[in-house]
């Protein structure tokens, strides 16, 4: 039996949809409902599906979003006149392009196109470099989610240690900066493991906060944490299995195992993945929100 308390995203997530609510219906009050672009490019299972979970939120709130599925041997040319058109277009407040682009694309120069304005992903070199000096203007969904789950939960990373496994543009290297950005509910002490890290279970053993973001299947075991550490999954992997769907997801930690050992730690699913999206949406009204101040 899991003794850690579990760090719920479907709690978390609703708390932020309830309080998101207010301030959507006073920008529908004044004309701007706030609006996504999705361009999906290609046949990436994984992408449908992670693109058909987040235009449902935008539904479910009455939000407005519209999907650009473009085929797989598209030009990136084509991509990139399509982005500078929706970077014009006042229905959209914010671009996202799904992630991973087919090989003949070039995710540097497709992000670049994007308006920062309206970069709700925060890829962009300007906003990357606005978080990393301290100043940011949209932070990465999936970093941002695991702030706010820390914030719910009262678990404050100030003087803690927090190890990271990971070090994408996308999850690791974005959470590390925010963890110790010099401010209120961060300002910890970090490390970062990737795959050259010769002894990672050293490390992770260290950590009072241990963040998986890697892709590994079920890595972080029991044995690789402090007891009483609080341990966040980022991991989202299909492992095949003789279930219907023929597949189940799991994370980057072996939850049976580490929850006996842990304080905390998110499931998978119902954890990380759920705020990713509704960081989505926040960023999403943040960014309408500026445009109508303007
Ligand atoms: N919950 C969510 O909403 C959400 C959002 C995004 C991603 N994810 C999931 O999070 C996981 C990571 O995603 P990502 O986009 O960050 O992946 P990624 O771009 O593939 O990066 C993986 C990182 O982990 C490191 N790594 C891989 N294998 C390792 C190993 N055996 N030992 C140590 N480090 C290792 C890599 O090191 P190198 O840099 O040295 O290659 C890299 O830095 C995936 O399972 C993904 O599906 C979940």
Redesign the pocket.
Known sequence: MAEALILSGKTVSQHVYTSLKPRIDLLKRSGKTPGLAFILVGDHPASKVYVNSKTKRFVKLGLFSETFKLPENIPENDVLSLISDLCDDDRFHGILVQMPLPKHMNETTIIRTINPKKDVDGFHPENIGLLVSGNPRFIPC?PKGIMRILEYYQIDPTGKHVVV????N???RPISILMSLKQEFSNATTTI?????SD?PYFTRQADILIA????PE?VKADYIKKDAVIID????RVEDDSEKGYSLVG?VDFDDVAEKASAITPVPGG??LM?IAMLVENTVEAAERLVER
């Not at 493991?193 to 890290?197: E, G, N, Q």
């Not at 973001?213 to 590994?216: D, I, K, L, P, T």
């Open positions: 999936t496994i990971g070090r994408s996308i999850v690791g493991c990737h795959s050259a890290t990672i973001a890697m892709g590994v890595f980022v991991g989202i992997n980057d990380v993945g990713t």
